[in-house]
């Protein structure tokens, strides 16, 4: 079984600032995705950006970047030039989408603030 | 882009009730799910569908739980007797070939 772990319950940043949102995760697989959503106090689940296990690249959109240590399990978001309106729940997940079995395992969360 | 579509937003609902949370998944999307988040807390992954029929399931969905996709578009989520702590936000989501697509939600409040 597949698990994902997010320890920071809560951060804080400058508006323009940049904060990293740390996630570490564990599977016997080989081939898999890694995932961030938001979840804004609307509580939509929103995609940020996905990573491609196979893929030594880290992702990038726009101000949303990753860095992805597969040997280590380890999977952080990156926000640069941090906005007001990315205040939100973060929440880093896990999935192999492959086969009716797939699905997406979630870490608890952490709470991103940003202060003006 | 295409979304997955949730009805109703927010469900009030005595104890005891049944309720039926709604959900219209992407169209070429053969995978669904149903996922549950008590408030400020873990998104719980409940049951996935393929196929007319349950891939899988959690612990959490019991007896009391079912889901169907009565018409080939809608993909329902029946609630048959509701508790106190059935209270949550409920979300439906799709997989396609690149990755999940998530509803907007049903927040369900059983009283």
């Known amino acids: 079984a597949q698990t994902v772990t997010q320890s920071q319950p809560e951060m804080s940043v400058q508006e323009a600032e940049t904060v990293t949102l740390s996630c570490t995760y564990d599977?016997?697989?080989?081939?898999?995705?890694l995932f961030w959503y938001k979840q804004p106090p609307s509580r939509q689940m929103i995609l940020v950006i996905r990573q491609e296990a196979y893929k030594q690249q880290n992702a990038t959109e726009n101000r949303f970047s990753v860095n992805f240590q597969k040997a280590a399990k380890s999977f952080s978001l990156k926000i640069s030039d941090s906005q007001l309106g990315d205040t939100a729940m973060y929440f880093c997940a896990f999935s192999t989408l492959a086969g009716a079995n797939s699905k997406l395992t979630f870490g608890k969360g952490i709470t991103l603030s940003v202060r003006p | 882009e295409p979304e997955v579509t949730q009805t109703p937003s927010h469900q009030v609902t005595q104890m005891g009730q049944e309720v039926i949370l709604r959900c219209v998944p992407i169209?070429?999307?053969?995978?669904f799910y149903w996922y549950r988040q008590i408030l400020g807390q873990k998104v719980e992954f409940l049951v996935s569908f393929y196929n007319n029929e349950i891939s899988e399931k959690s612990e959490i969905f019991d007896d009391q739980f079912s889901v169907e996709r009565p018409d080939g578009s809608n993909f329902t989520l029946k609630i048959r007797s509701t508790k106190l702590e059935d209270s949550a936000m409920y979300f439906c989501a799709s997989r396609g070939q690149y990755g999940y697509t998530f509803g907007s939600g049903t927040r369900l409040t059983v009283v």
């Open positions: 169209s070429n999307h053969l995978y």
């Open positions: 599977t016997s697989e080989n081939n898999y995705y």
